[in-house]
């Protein structure tokens, strides 16, 4: 066969595969929906930022203004109840049960229940609400709900069959932007979304964080979530922290999810005569008990508990009483219905737990903070390697690199043997029980095309 014949044989084919609109418009639909994940994560950031900074100038713009958030509190909670019960169902809590649950449907429909571009922008809306009332919220996991709603949005606009992967990339994309934590975000998809490792998945996961990254990097810059740390054990009683702060801090972390899900079980059973009545009555006691911490904490518990918690890193001692005071915030934000996560709470506990550890036992403030947002970390999540690898991308601290695994690993065995289940897990369990009960009912009375 002629060499010339052979060429254009090969020219034809590559003219074929480079031209071929159907076979790169996957590709292009995934590399883009995998950018607006980093883009809308920066914006969710910048707003939830103002959102924060609003509700700060409104209770200290006078001199009774600090008891503002006792009428605008529970207003505003109840408030994005309502609107997460009518206008966008499954928008609660933090998100990622959904993601988690999602991946677990086989139907399409059931899917989309849980992930929608609706749901997202109700999530964005209804968290940086939740913020500007002073709820001890985060948007790192409602990041996630986003995320994998953007995906699974791509996987039908591009007519790509590999949903479970692409909830995956996505909400490791969101993971990864929302914190600027690339290796994170990859390892929280393989340990906490996925429970697996997934060999067909990992080129999807690794592009999406990749493209999320390199939107948010262009637009917010490179940084650290808490700057740079270098706090490191140099004596004996240092390395007695991490027993300390991993014990008492997989303790705290196994109460809250433990909590967690078996109060949220009562409150179901609770709800079901009046649901919606009930719930928005719930998430105004709930409003109205976390503006009593907040006017009593000084004002330290509303919001994130971010500059708290970096504070805490660069070696200023919290109150002592703070991460009780944040937990308590933390822990009834989660029960009252609203829309929000509790990474960015987790953390701001965890680092005034180590805060606390560190004044009484008189060793420096920043190394226990660090120790002690991994191990509380670890035992709410109870996924030792997305805590440990978390925490160093957060804080640069890779004199500590050590120290911060050993505390996580400690977090999470004592995590396991206090609850034997994890939070967001156990949480999607309600999702997925949510939707074998609907998809039953429509085989009972197939007449119905909405459930």
């Known amino acids: 066969m002629p060499a010339s014949y052979r060429n254009s044989k090969l020219l034809r ?8 609109f159907s076979l790169w418009r996957p590709r292009l639909v995934f590399w883009c929906g995998a950018l607006a994940i980093g883009v809308i994560s920066v914006g969710f950031a910048k707003l939830a930022d103002l959102a924060q900074k609003a509700f700060g100038t409104l209770t200290s713009s006078g001199e009774w203004a600090f008891l503002l958030p006792l009428a605008l509190t529970p207003s505003i909670f109840m408030l994005s109840a309502y609107l997460a019960a009518t206008l966008f169902p499954n928008s609660q809590g933090s ?3 959904q993601a988690i649950a999602a991946r677990h449907l086989r139907e399409e429909e059931d899917r989309t229940r849980l992930l929608s571009l609706r749901i997202a922008f109700g999530k964005i809306v209804l968290t940086v609400l939740g913020l500007f009332s002073g709820a001890s919220i985060g948007r790192e996991g409602p990041t996630v709900q986003v995320g994998a709603s953007i995906m699974l949005a791509v996987a039908r606009f591009g007519g790509m069959a590999q949903a479970r992967g692409l909830i995956l990339a996505g909400s490791a994309a969101g993971i990864a932007a929302a914190f600027n934590t690339p290796l994170a975000g990859i390892v929280f998809a393989i340990e906490e979304m996925s429970r697996t490792y997934e060999s067909r998945a990992n080129g999807l996961v690794l592009t999406a964080v990749i493209l999320a ?9 490179s940084y650290n979530y808490f700057g740079e740390a270098s706090a490191a054990p140099t004596q004996l009683r240092d390395w007695g922290l991490v027993l300390v ?11 809250f999810s433990g909590f967690a899900l078996h109060f949220g079980q009562r409150i179901r059973r609770w709800t ?9 009555v719930l998430a105004g006691i709930c409003g109205l008990a976390i503006a009593v911490i907040g006017i009593l904490s000084g004002g330290t518990t509303f919001g994130t508990g971010y500059e708290q918690a970096r504070g805490a890193v660069e070696g200023h001692a919290l109150p002592l009483l703070f991460f009780v005071e944040k937990l308590a915030a933390s822990f009834l934000s989660m029960i009252s219905g609203i829309p929000g996560g509790i990474f ?33 970390f670890s035992g709410v999540v109870q996924a030792p390697m997305t805590a440990f690898v978390i925490i160093l991308e957060m804080t640069g601290d890779h004199q500590a690199v050590i120290p911060i695994m050993a505390v996580s690993m400690i977090g999470y065995v004592t995590s396991r043997i206090l609850s034997r289940e994890p939070l967001y897990h156990g949480l999607s369990r309600v999702f997925i029980a949510a939707a074998i009960r609907a998809r039953r ?9 909405h459930f």
């Open 13 to 20: 084919r590559s003219r074929v595969f480079w031209g071929s």
């Open 95 to 97: 998100g990622i049960p």
């Open 213 to 221: 990254g390199l939107a948010a990097l262009g637009l917010s810059g």
């Open 245 to 255: 702060c991993g014990i008492g801090g997989g303790a705290l972390g196994a109460a």
């Open 272 to 280: 079901q005569p009046q649901p919606l009545k009930r719930m928005l």
């Open 344 to 376: 960015a709470p987790s953390l701001a506990v965890g680092a005034g737990f180590g805060s606390a550890v560190g004044s009484l036992l008189g060793t420096s403030i920043a190394l226990p903070a660090i120790l002690g947002m991994a191990a509380y």
């Open 441 to 449: 009912k429509l085989d009972i009375d197939p007449d119905e095309h």
